[in-house]
């Protein structure tokens, strides 16, 4: 079936560092991908989509490119700040009978000053 | 803002209670979610429903069950609560033109004790 593999956390950095956060996928199909945040005592949010191969999904500074042939969705961020500090999850979504997004484990984000 | 409310926020019952948590929308959305987070396993989804009266089971739906009488309240009940169903839990409606996007309430935080 499919899943999300995602690298642990946490993962620390200083503000203004180069964030990746990796991000692979197994699917039957051709699924839609997406990082979410989470931030603190909220829900997720959605950061950022790709729907087919090699579209670049941006927002806010981050970017991931959909790579069908490497089956990655890589999260980056040239200069990271302290309130990125959050919890950032890979999703896949695919029309299977029913729509359904499967999420990667997560991986917390600490920034420090 | 996608207009979702769940209630309550917040709840700690004792183990064999029955606990009805409840999520609500405002634009009509017809795709809702029930899914718990826990540590170190992302989002799982229990239920969801595609239309008033039409649910079906996700990968964790085992002591849970849903309704939707409404287009806007999707019912998650817990018949008789168990410890490991100590979680939080979120409600998520799904939109866009494609209906890819999945966008999430602000959680409930539930304790059995």
């Known amino acids: 079936g499919n899943s999300v593999t995602q690298m642990e956390g946490p993962v620390t950095l200083s503000e203004e560092a180069f964030l990746t956060i990796n991000c692979t996928y197994t699917a039957t199909g051709y699924p839609s991908l997406f990082w979410y945040v989470q931030y603190p005592g909220e829900g997720l949010q959605l950061l950022l989509k790709a729907t087919k191969a090699d579209d670049k999904g941006s927002n806010k500074g981050f970017e991931a490119t959909y790579r069908k042939e490497t089956t990655s969705f890589h999260l980056e961020k040239g200069s990271v700040q302290v309130s990125d500090s959050a919890v950032y999850f890979c999703a896949l979504s695919e029309y299977t009978g029913g729509f359904k997004t499967i999420f990667g484990a997560g991986t917390r984000l600490f920034v420090k000053a | 803002d996608a207009g979702i409310t769940q209630s309550p926020r917040h709840k700690v019952t004792e183990t064999g209670t029955p606990v009805t948590l409840r999520c609500h929308q405002t634009?009509?959305?017809?795709?809702m979610y029930w899914y718990r987070q826990d540590p170190g396993h992302g989002l799982r989804l229990i239920h969801y429903?595609?239309?008033?009266?039409?649910?079906d089971k996700g990968e964790v739906s085992d002591g849970y069950s849903v309704s939707r009488s409404k287009t806007e309240d999707f019912l998650l009940t817990l018949e008789s609560a168990t410890s490991s169903q100590t979680s939080v839990y979120f409600c998520a409606i799904r939109e866009g033109a494609s209906l890819v996007e999945q966008y999430f309430g602000p959680g409930t935080r539930l304790t059995v004790t």
């Open positions: 634009e009509n959305h017809r795709y």
């Open positions: 429903s595609y239309g008033v009266k039409d649910t």
